[in-house]
């Protein structure tokens, strides 16, 4: 096992999770996108390391992350064998498609035992931390969904339960079945929270806050858009910018909805904070007591580097809090 830094937890906030007894790192590490595909095995191991000996304690991940599906949990699973796995909060999803025929997707009991029984296998892990129902189901009842996430916890394959991308009231619904049944409750929530995306905010976090649920902010940059990258143009080496004309097309769409010219007034507002974009954006999501951690992703140990600069940063004052909600009008 590598020899980890021994002061990795004094470099780091921790924050509880709703009223549960779990602590997340106020930033967790993703495997959404970069880090996991196939070919950058010795990036993520670096990666993951490097996040470790800096107090990040938290790797998120779902059935589905790769690309191919499956991979980042596959690589997950390697690159546990030379960690601490008590020391670390493992996280994985399901609810989007993931095999054919109809037992494949969605929230139905079968498929998320079935999904999780492959993640463990691929992880090559006896249970999880948290569990997620990765997206609402419309069709399949919530009572169904949530029994079979209670039968994980009580099967031991999960220790926490929890929920991604469901609207206030959804969230509230859940909840209550978990109550109702006296089911393992739902101790967190992963909705889709930026400074450009702001909806949730109003929608769903005073209920995860009445339920005792933490949240835990995904695409807190909005996929780069909340970064210094696309200030001046477009970048050949950026994810939008190796798709050619479609790249073209989306920085010119977002042109037109005033993102560059957001994010231009956000970048004036972190300077004067001796602040970069990104670490503006996960300042101000964790300035909100209710937002337990932020999920960053990454393609470069650099970024990671950068996002953990938002840890130590200064509160935000009221007049600061008043010019980044003017430049996000």
């Known amino acids: 096992m ?15 999770c709703g009223r549960s007894g779990l602590k997340l790192p106020v930033v967790s590490l993703g495997f959404w996108q970069s880090l996991g595909e196939a070919g950058g095995d010795e990036l993520c191991r670096q990666a993951c390391y490097f996040a470790f000996d800096h107090g990040i304690t938290h790797f998120d991940l779902a059935n589905n992350y790769g690309p191919p599906p499956g991979n980042s949990e596959t690589l997950m699973g390697q690159i546990l064998r030379d960690m601490p796995r008590d020391e670390l909060v493992i996280s994985t999803k399901a609810g989007w498609w993931m095999w054919p025929g109809p037992y494949g997707d969605w929230g139905s009991k079968k498929y998320l035992i079935a999904s999780l029984d492959q993640s463990l296998r691929r992880m090559k892990l006896d249970y999880v931390d948290i569990y997620y129902h990765h997206r609402p189901d419309p069709e399949t009842p919530v009572e169904e969904t949530m029994a079979a996430l209670d039968q994980i916890v009580r099967q031991g394959k999960a220790l926490y339960v929890g929920v991604s991308s469901y609207n206030g009231v959804q969230f509230t619904q859940a909840a209550q079945v978990m109550k109702q049944h006296d089911w393992a409750p739902l101790t967190i929530h992963q909705p889709r929270i930026n400074l450009l995306e702001r909806g949730p905010i109003a929608d769903l976090l005073p209920h995860t806050q009445a339920w005792g649920a933490g949240a835990i902010a995904f695409c807190p940059l909005a996929q780069g858009r909340l970064s210094s990258k ?14 050619g004309a479609e790249g073209k097309q989306w920085y010119a769409e977002q042109e037109a909805m ?9 970048h004036e507002i972190a300077q004067r904070r001796g602040q970069t974009v990104a670490q503006l954006a996960l300042t101000w999501l964790l300035d909100d007591p209710r937002i ?19 840890v130590s940063a200064a509160p935000l004052s009221d007049e600061e809090r008043k010019d980044i909600a003017e430049a996000v009008k």
């Not at 951690?293 to 970024?303: D, M």
Request: charged share 30%.
């Open 292 to 310: 337990t951690s932020v999920l960053i992703g990454a393609s470069k140990i650099e970024q990671i580097q950068e996002n953990l600069g938002a």
């Open 230 to 243: 696309y200030l001046t143009g477009l970048p050949t080496d950026t994810r939008f910018g190796r798709r």
């Open 258 to 266: 005033g993102t560059w010219r957001r994010v231009k007034k956000l």
């Open 2 to 16: 590598p020899a980890f830094a021994e002061n990795r937890y004094d470099k780091m906030v921790y924050r509880r």
